[in-house]
C-alpha cells in the first residue's frame, strides 16, 4: 500500500521554463515533506522541505507548494536548468519517511 | 569526505549465495537507515538504526535479511541465499537524530543475482 504516490515516471522540460513534479500522500498524518534529487550511479540528496504547518517554502529557483486539504505536494522549479535533469523523489514523514517512486525529469536545452 | 560511503559498489553474486553489504555512516550521525530501491520502483525502507539497535525493521522482506550495527557507526545488510529478486540498489541514509532529520545517502550497492 503506497502511501505516498508520483503518478508520473518522466517529465521532459524545455530550458528555461517552469518544471512542476507533483506528489500525492493518502495518510493525514504526515506532518513535514522533502524532495530530493538523485543523478544516476549516486544517492539521493537533499533539494528541498516544508513543515505541514507552512503551504509553500522557497529557496532559490525551488519552490515547493503543500496543499494539506488534497493532500498534495508539488516542486516547481524555475527556470529549469540542463543540470536539474536527474529522478526526483518526494518523501513524506510521520515517525519515518516513505518515499514516492520518482519523477524523471528531462530540461533539453 | 565526510559523507556516507557504502561498499562494495557493485556486486553481481550467484543464486543461493549470502552477500555483506556495508554502509559507513556520517560520523557522530546517530540514525542509520538501509532502503532498497527496485528497477521502477521507488525507496523501499528496510531498516532503521538509532545508535546500535534497530527500533524498527519492519521493512525487512523475510528472513533472508538481516542487519547489524556496532559502535553506533557501521553498519552491515546481509541477503542470505540470495533470490533473483533480491538484486535492486541498496541505499544506505544517516540522520543526526532521526525522525525528520533530513537524511544523507550514500551512492549505494547495485546487487545483481544471476
Known amino acids: 500500500d503506497q502511501q505516498v504516490k508520483q503518478n508520473s515516471p518522466s517529465l521532459s522540460v524545455q530550458e528555461g521554463r517552469i518544471s512542476i513534479l507533483n506528489c500525492d500522500y493518502t495518510n493525514s498524518m504526515f506532518d513535514y515533506f522533502l524532495w530530493y534529487k538523485k543523478y544516476p550511479a549516486e544517492g539521493p540528496t537533499f533539494l528541498i522541505s516544508?513543515?505541514?504547518?507552512?503551504d509553500k517554502n522557497e529557496d532559490g529557483r525551488f519552490t515547493v507548494f503543500l496543499n494539506k486539504s488534497a493532500k498534495h505536494l508539488s516542486l516547481h522549479i524555475v527556470p529549469s536548468q540542463p543540470g536539474d535533469s536527474a529522478v526526483y523523489f518526494c518523501a513524506s514523514v510521520f515517525n519515518k519517511f516513505y518515499f514516492g517512486s520518482g519523477t524523471k525529469l528531462n530540461v533539453k536545452p | 569526505g565526510a559523507g556516507v560511503s557504502q561498499s562494495p559498489s557493485n556486486k553481481v553474486t550467484e543464486k543461493g549465495k549470502d552477500v555483506e553489504l556495508r554502509c559507513d555512516p556520517i560520523?557522530?550521525?546517530?540514525?542509520l537507515y538501509w532502503y532498497r530501491q527496485s528497477l521502477g520502483q521507488g525507496l523501499e525502507f528496510l531498516i532503521y538504526f538509532q545508535g546500535n539497535s534497530a527500533p524498527d525493521k519492519s521493512g525487512l522482506p523475510s528472513d533472508r535479511f538481516s542487519a547489524e550495527r556496532t559502535g553506533g557507526s557501521v553498519s552491515t545488510l546481509t541477503i542470505q541465499r540470495t533470490q533473483q529478486e533480491d538484486s535492486a540498489v541498496y541505499l544506505c541514509?544517516?540522520?543526526?537524530?532521526?525522525?525528520?532529520?533530513?537524511?544523507?545517502f550514500g551512492p549505494g550497492t547495485r546487487l545483481l543475482v544471476l
Open positions: 560520523s557522530g550521525h546517530t540514525a
Open positions: 516544508i513543515s505541514s504547518i507552512k
Open positions: 541514509a544517516s540522520s543526526a537524530g532521526g525522525g525528520r532529520e533530513t537524511q544523507y
